[in-house]
């Protein structure tokens, strides 16, 4: 059995929301900046002589903070040459345990023990100096690991022949897209030999060319190299193919660790486990933009009743989705997608998918738009549905996998008339196709 090499015992990460003057977020008092006492010398002297009325009302400032645990006893082991996968729905504390094993922030209590270095890429620009070069930047990273000059520069040419930057190389990074920052920001990273190796879902803002091109050095850089991968993502199919382990979170706690497949399957079936959402009419929705903040997300039968049961695959069944929209733009696109209780995306359905004459229109106000779902296509299992909703090729506003409200559908029989075929097939699909004798 190979050691652990990252070891996390009762791991625990607590915040004050509305912390009083003067207090970090941990609840220490902090020293002001040398800028702050300028501006309060500077306030002080326009500031009114004081009022015995006003001077005497309670302010915010004066409310009880109250305490948030972004992480709960948190405990597990990873052995070195392991890749773990770290899922879970945000605000489920996957970025705040990164950064205590990254050393960024603190615990508030527990204990982590890491054996080795730790490469961290947490977000775009990582450990990046913007006024610096690329070429200083990659020097910079491997001073701060402990690499020495001459290690660095036997890994240099590889790591820039893997960012694709060499153009770039004596340009500051400020002046870097963030596809060309996370390219570079990788290559250091996966390149100069840390003992552990922490990447966050930046890896969303490359291209697909490049998504794949760091999956494939994450799997070098554990299976060929022996070094530990710790990956934080939304993408379920990359998790599967790349991780030997999988933990997932909810609320801060370790919810489940096993396998990614058995993992990714407990992720889906627990966060959608009803074939109908409705927004909360008294809470701020977490889902809400001016352009179509989502009310309703239902699969529905002929009569447009939402359906809480398992439908037949002949059978004829909606997706009915209801929004509120503030402001128009006609870049708005609103659908779904559709993917295996494992995680694999079946297909995204958006409502401009077809010629623009015959759009629904999206107007100001409550909207209703309804699709049909393809009938003798689902084959049977359990299957996840998650909004969309984008303003075409600027911006997501609600994204699948990172913040969308998701529904279930179980598919169960009425897959084919045949008296043959009549169980569920192989595949993930069961399309029925006419045959005829030509």
Known sequence: MSEAIITVDNLGKRYQLGASKGKNNGGAYRYKTFAETLVQGAKSLLRPRSNPITDNR????????????????????????????????????????????????????GRVHLKGRVASLLEVGTGFHPELTGRENIFLNGA???????????????????????????????????????????????HIEPEILVVDEVLAVG??????????????VAAKEGRTVLFVSHQMNAVEELCTQCFLLRGGALQAAGTPA??????????????????????????????FSPARLAIVDENLTPVTRAVRGNERV????????????????????????????????????????????????????????????????????????????????????VNSPAIHLRVQGGLS??????????????????????
Not at 180 to 188: D, E, K, P, S
Not at 210 to 220: E, N, T, Y
Not at 332 to 361: C, M, N, R
């Open 318 to 401: 909606g997706v009915l989705i209801e929004g509120v929209t503030e402001i128009s733009d006609s870049a708005l696109t609103v659908g779904f997608a559709l993917f295996t209780s494992s995680g694999v995306l079946l297909f995204w359905s958006y409502h401009t998918d077809i010629e623009e004459q015959k759009w629904p229109q999206i107007t100001k106000g409550h909207n209703r738009l309804l699709t049909w779902l393809p009938q003798h296509l689902l084959n049977e299992g359990d299957y996840r549905l998650e909004l969309m909703v984008s303003l075409h090729y600027r911006s997501w506003l609600i994204q699948p996998g």
């Open 144 to 190: 701060i690991l402990g690499m020495s000059r001459a290690e660095m520069l036997s890994k240099f040419d590889e790591i820039v022949e893997f960012a694709e930057v060499e153009k770039f190389l004596d340009t500051p990074v400020k002046r870097y897209s963030s596809g060309m920052y996370v390219r570079l920001a990788f290559a250091v990273a996966a």
């Open 262 to 291: 058995d993992i990714i399957s407990t992720y889906l079936r627990n966060d959608a486990t009803a074939s109908i959402w409705t927004a909360e009419p008294d809470k701020p929705s977490p889902y809400y933009n001016p352009y």
């Open 58 to 109: 309670t302010t915010d400032n004066s409310k009880t903070p109250q305490e948030f645990w972004a992480l709960k006893d948190v405990s597990f082991e990873v052995k070195c040459g392991e890749v773990v996968g770290i899922i879970g729905r945000n605000g489920a504390g996957k970025s705040t345990l990164l950064k205590i094993l990254s050393r960024i922030t603190e615990p508030t209590k």
């Open 417 to 438: 008339d045949s008296p043959i075929w009549n169980e569920a097939r192989p595949g993930l699909l069961a399309p029925i196709l006419p045959f005829e004798r030509i």
């Open 207 to 220: 291209d697909a060319e490049f998504q794949k091109k760091c999956l494939g050095k994450m799997h070098d």
